[in-house]
């Protein structure tokens, strides 16, 4: 099943929508505390890296939802969708380690930059390796999808979380 593209075509379907819920409900998140969000660098890239990472999910889903595809082809597009995913990603977090420290507000929890990498980057690179073992035909292949997914979603609900909850303390 790992290699066979269309037993993927329930999982993929699942998750477009899903993916597509939950970045409306994003979006919704951001304009409320938009304000906040727009005068804070920091606060506008979480909240690009949450969009970024359901679009990625959204994106992913999609491509394998192509029907008559070819496994080369398929294993192509998640190697550049987790290219392009993993640049994204790297430059939206590029301001996590220089945060200045506010000394009248706590900074960011101890491990908040390493669990953004995890869950932003780590979704990048299961992508590739979904990629890489489809077109090996060895390796997982399409079973890394759920973990790349599963992190894509948990690192932008910590940013959506970030957003509306955190942002008001």
């Known amino acids: 099943m790992a290699y066979r593209i269309g037993d993927w075509e329930s999982f993929a ?9 939950l970045l409306g409900l994003v979006f919704v998140v951001i304009s409320i505390n ?18 970024v990472l359901l679009g990625g999910v959204l994106a992913v889903a999609t491509v394998v939802l192509i029907p008559g595809q070819r496994k080369d082809v398929l294993s192509a597009e998640l190697i550049l969708l987790a290219g392009g995913l993993f640049a994204v990603i790297l430059f939206v977090q590029r301001d996590a380690v220089t ?40 390796g997982g292949g399409l079973y890394w999808l759920p973990a790349a997914i599963l992190a894509a979603y948990a690192g932008s609900l910590t940013n959506a979380w970030i957003l509306i909850i955190e942002i008001l303390r």
């Open 13 to 21: 379907l699942a998750h477009v929508g899903a993916s597509a819920a």
């Open 34 to 51: 938009l304000r906040d969000i727009v005068g804070s660098g920091p606060l506008v890239h979480r909240a690009g890296e949450a969009v």
């Open 99 to 138: 945060q200045p420290t506010d000394a009248g507000r706590p900074g960011p929890p101890r491990g908040s930059l390493a669990m953004r990498r995890v869950f932003g980057l780590g979704t990048a690179v299961l992508i590739a390796l979904a990629g890489i073992t489809l077109a090996a035909e060895a």
